[in-house]
Nanobody, 124 residues
Framework: QVSLVESGGGLVQAGGSLNLSCAAS????????MGWFRRAPGKEREFVAG????????HYRESVKGRFTISRDNGKSTVYLQMDSLKPEDTAVYYC?????????????????WGQGTQVTVSS
């Protein structure tokens, strides 16, 4: 069992930055690949980024490549999403997730554990 709690969301102007955190608890946390998803108003939840259990491999959706960076600190049981050059279309609720499968799997049903989400709003 893994419990996830996100933080760090907020309101930012276009071009600004935010750093999301996801605190994980559970003895088996380090066995899981971790990821971030988001759900914009009126849209489906979509994959944003994933990171392997070791942190050595990452994968991003095309629209955030070069702007977002996912990382993890297993000593602190925390996953991060650094978001730079934010755009209004990045506005969404951002969710942290964990999977025993592949870090690059964008299918929501493959991710077992979810946080409650944190709101990110980017104004133009």
């Amino acid at each position: 069992q893994v419990s996830l709690v996100e933080s760090g969301g907020g309101l930012v102007q276009a071009g600004g930055s935010l750093n999301l955190s996801c605190a994980a608890s559970g003895r088996t946390y380090t066995r899981y690949a971790m990821g971030w998803f988001r759900r914009a108003p009126g849209k489906e939840r979509e994959f944003v980024a994933g990171i392997s259990w070791s942190g050595g491999n990452t994968h991003y959706r095309e629209s955030v490549k070069g702007r977002f960076t996912i990382s993890r600190d297993n000593g602190k049981s925390t996953v991060y999403l650094q978001m730079d050059s934010l755009k209004p279309e990045d506005t969404a609720v951002y969710y942290c997730a964990a999977t025993a499968g592949q870090y690059f799997d964008s299918r929501r049903e493959r991710w077992t554990y979810w946080g409650q989400g944190t709101q990110v709003t980017v104004s133009s």
